[in-house]
């Protein structure tokens, strides 16, 4: 009895082990999106990129510099769909939920620009 309980216990790890890992794509288009979520001439550091809270997702925390001001602690979490890998269905920050249009021109006027690809801050 004790061998399978063990076996069991093995199978569980190794599936949370899964679940946690990151995928590069989603992290990529996550700090794509990082750029948009600070002021005008603001620097974006990723400091920690890491699976995020619900399936599907990844928080970036990050810091926000300014000249002639404060570093600000900030982080986002991005959660993607189902329909593919990289389709952001959600973006979060400590500043509260990014919807509706703003979401919709972030994904499909932004995200794949060269422009994007330009502002994305380094991986951490």
């Given amino acids: 009895m004790r061998p399978r309980r063990l076996g069991l216990l093995a199978a569980l790890l190794s599936l949370a082990a899964c679940s946690g890992s990151l995928d590069p794509e989603q992290a990529r288009t996550c700090r794509r999106a990082l750029p948009t979520l600070v ?28 000249e002639g001001r404060s570093t600000v602690p900030r982080y986002a979490v991005c959660q993607f769909s189902g329909l593919s890998r990289t389709d952001l269905s959600g973006l979060t920050s400590d500043r509260g939920p990014v919807g509706g249009a703003a ?19 380094g991986a951490g």
Avoid at 44 to 64: H, M, Y
């Fill in 39 to 66: 002021p005008a001439g603001a620097r974006v550091t990723v400091l920690r990129t890491a699976a995020g809270p619900q399936e599907r997702s990844v928080r970036i925390d990050f810091a926000q510099e300014r």
């Fill in 103 to 121: 979401l919709y021109l972030l994904k499909h006027y932004y995200l794949d620009t060269p422009d994007a690809a330009l502002a994305e801050p």
